[in-house]
């Protein structure tokens, strides 16, 4: 059963617009939320995390939005740029201990257009 | 700082072999967490080692082991390879221990089982 849900395989978005990537949790439990870049023949890259006491990080053109009755969290990159083609991957934990370390959903393949 | 490294880059074993691999995390980072990658599983924790010690455990059968040294590099062993064993494993650094906050990934050792 997956934990973590991207339910885009791929999205395509035009440079300088807005990209946003979403992802759903099924475990109430999990309390720390990750977003992961990657691109090919490297290790995932960490971008920003959001704890669950909060409903929003903002880390430059990344911003992480958190809505936990809703179980969903979403990163939008703003504005999209062509180094920001990569597969992005969504993260849960569950803190502190974080006994089953990350559980990371399969990914969306982001497309920056020109 | 250097990054987390991983060697060999690239493996290639037979059935039923066993197979070592090494990761050097980031200067100061005591813990080490390794996850596997494939294409149906996506990212999947294996284990954490924190101090020498493994802390956390994720739900992979007992031929896949690991260590951690004093010096905090690590090494993740797997016995009797299988073909589904066949995938990029990664290792990931924190300076938190728990598993389950901001990990700084490697590039991964592709395994490949014949």
């Known amino acids: 059963d997956q934990q973590v849900k991207q339910n885009s395989p791929s999205l395509s978005v035009q440079e300088g617009r807005i990209s946003i990537l979403n992802c759903d949790y099924t475990?109430?439990?999990?309390?720390?939320f990750l977003w992961y870049k990657k691109y090919p023949a490297e290790g995932p890259t960490f971008l920003i995390s959001?704890?669950?006491?909060?409903d929003k990080n903002e880390d430059g053109r990344f911003t992480v939005f958190l809505n936990k009755s809703a179980k969903h969290l979403s990163l939008h990159i703003v504005p999209s740029q062509p180094g920001d083609s990569a597969v992005y991957f969504c993260?849960?934990?569950?803190?502190?201990?974080?006994?089953?370390?990350?559980?990371f959903g399969k990914g969306t393949h982001l497309i920056i257009q020109p | 700082k250097a990054g987390v490294t991983q060697t060999p880059r690239y493996l290639i074993k037979t059935r039923g072999q066993q197979v070592t691999l090494s990761c050097s995390p980031i200067s100061g980072h005591r813990s080490v967490s390794w996850y596997q990658q494939t294409p149906g599983q996506g990212l999947q924790f294996l284990f954490e080692y924190f101090s020498e010690t493994q802390r956390n455990k994720g739900n992979f059968p007992g031929r896949f082991s690991g260590r951690q040294f004093s010096n905090s590099r690590s090494e993740m062993n797997v016995s009797t390879l299988e073909l589904g064993d066949s995938a990029l494993y990664l290792c990931a650094s924190s300076p938190r221990g728990g598993g389950g906050y901001e990990q700084y990934f490697g590039p991964g050792t592709r395994l490949t089982v014949t």
């Open positions: 475990n109430s439990m999990f309390d720390y």
């Open positions: 959001i704890s669950s006491i909060k």
């Open positions: 993260a849960a934990s569950l803190g502190g201990g974080g006994a089953d370390g990350l559980t």
